[in-house]
């Protein structure tokens, strides 16, 4: 049984930082699978912010976070982490840990509902 367990939200200024982090456990590798955060805010769709593929040499991200979120995988660990630097307001939301099995012939996909796997979520707030 896949479960992905979160850590690293909390309470941050404006343009501050922190590090989401998400450990996956359950099989013996995740290695055809891609990685991915998605956040939803209150009242809104739950939306992809970004994805790291199988073999990790390969990152997308939501334009609204792109240059100043980074995300990675340690795949020896089954860990996906998440950076978030020069946080604003309107990143606060619960953000999601997602796993889902990739084909390696594409790219990894920005589709909630190509992933399998979800954590709870970790609150992230964002004060003004």
């Known amino acids: 049984q896949v479960q992905l367990e979160e850590s690293g939200g909390g309470l941050v200024q404006t343009g501050g930082s922190l590090r989401l982090s998400c450990a996956a456990s359950?099989?013996?590798?995740?290695?055809?699978?891609?990685m991915a955060w998605f956040r939803q805010a209150p009242g809104k769709e739950r939306e992809f912010v970004a994805t790291v593929n199988w073999s990790g040499r390969s990152t997308y991200y939501a334009d609204s976070v792109k240059g100043r979120f980074t995300i990675s995988r340690d795949s020896a660990k089954n860990i996906v982490t998440l950076q978030m630097n020069d946080l604003r307001p309107q990143d606060t939301s619960i953000y999601y840990c997602?796993?889902?099995?990739?084909?390696?012939?594409?790219?990894?996909?920005?589709?909630?509902?190509?992933?399998?796997?979800w954590g709870q979520g970790t609150q992230v707030t964002v004060s003004s």
């Open positions: 997602a796993v889902g099995y990739q084909d390696p012939q594409r790219r990894a996909s920005t589709v909630a509902e190509d992933y399998g796997y």
């Open positions: 359950g099989r013996s590798s995740f290695s055809n699978y891609a």
